[in-house]
């Protein structure tokens, strides 16, 4: 059974930076994509970045250009690299991994299928 462990919220000012870091466990960490999720009170989940098995990466409009989701294989993680952070960006965010190896994007939430227990990121003005 896969497991994603997450790490490195916190809170921070704005136009601050962060680091999140998911550790996945269980299988090959390297056939499947990868992706972040993201939750603000009282607003539905949302789909903030994806990279594939092969490392083609895909953003959501409004964090292009400021977070940037890589993944290193020999250690089975993958990292949520985010600057110039907003209050807006202010939300439980969450790894997800995908449900087929070799899955080609675009991806939508439905391709994922194992998720983390999410870390708090809080963003002050």
């Known amino acids: 059974q896969v497991q994603l462990v997450e790490s490195g919220g916190g809170l921070v000012q704005a136009g601050g930076s962060l680091r999140l870091s998911c550790a996945a466990s269980g299988r090959t960490f390297s056939l499947y994509a990868m992706g972040w999720f993201r939750q603000a009170p009282g607003k539905e989940r949302e789909l903030v970045t994806t990279?594939?098995?092969?490392?083609?990466?895909s953003d959501v409009d409004d964090v292009k250009g400021r977070f940037t989701i890589s993944r290193d294989n020999t250690q089975n993680t993958v990292y949520l690299n985010m600057n110039s952070l907003k209050p807006e960006d202010t939300a439980v965010y969450y790894c997800?991994?995908?449900?087929?190896?070799?899955?080609?994007?675009?991806?939508?939430?439905?391709?994922?299928?194992?998720w983390g227990q999410g870390t708090q990121v809080t963003v002050s003005s």
């Open positions: 997800a991994a995908g449900t087929r190896i070799y899955q080609r994007g675009p991806y939508s939430s439905a391709d994922f299928g194992v």
């Open positions: 990279i594939s098995w092969n490392s083609i990466t």
